[in-house]
């Protein structure tokens, strides 16, 4: 069994900075790639930044520029950094893996979330 727990969220205001990580722990074989996904109140969870196994990234629109993925401890760790913060950027960021926790069977994996609240 793997599990994923986020920390770092809470209340920040605009402008400001926030680091939200990930720790990846459990029979972990491989990691395909980590990412983090965000929903706000009556919207869709939509993909915020993903990192794959070959360390490239990908980032939605609305944060290229602002945040930033990246892996530690040997990839079992996946912060997002996140700067100049905007109040749309409020919601519950959850921390996503594709991770190989058998031979030849790969899952996808969710934290419980971590609130980012934007307010001044």
């Known amino acids: 069994q ?8 809470g209340l920040v205001q605009p402008g400001g900075s926030l680091r939200l990580s990930c720790a990846a722990s459990g029979n972990i074989l491989s990691i395909d790639h980590m990412a983090w996904y965000r929903q706000a109140p009556g919207k869709e969870r939509e993909l915020v930044a993903v990192i794959n196994i070959d360390d490239s990234t990908k980032y939605a629109d609305s944060v290229k520029g602002r945040f930033t993925i990246a892996t530690t401890n040997a990839r079992n ?16 960021y959850y921390c996503n893996g594709l991770i190989q926790s058998e031979p030849r069977r790969w899952t996808q994996y969710w934290g419980q979330g971590t609130q980012v609240t934007v307010s001044s």
């Open 2 to 9: 793997v599990q994923l727990v986020e920390s770092g969220g």
């Open 77 to 92: 760790t996946v912060a997002l950094q996140m700067t100049k913060i905007l109040p749309e950027d409020t919601a519950m």
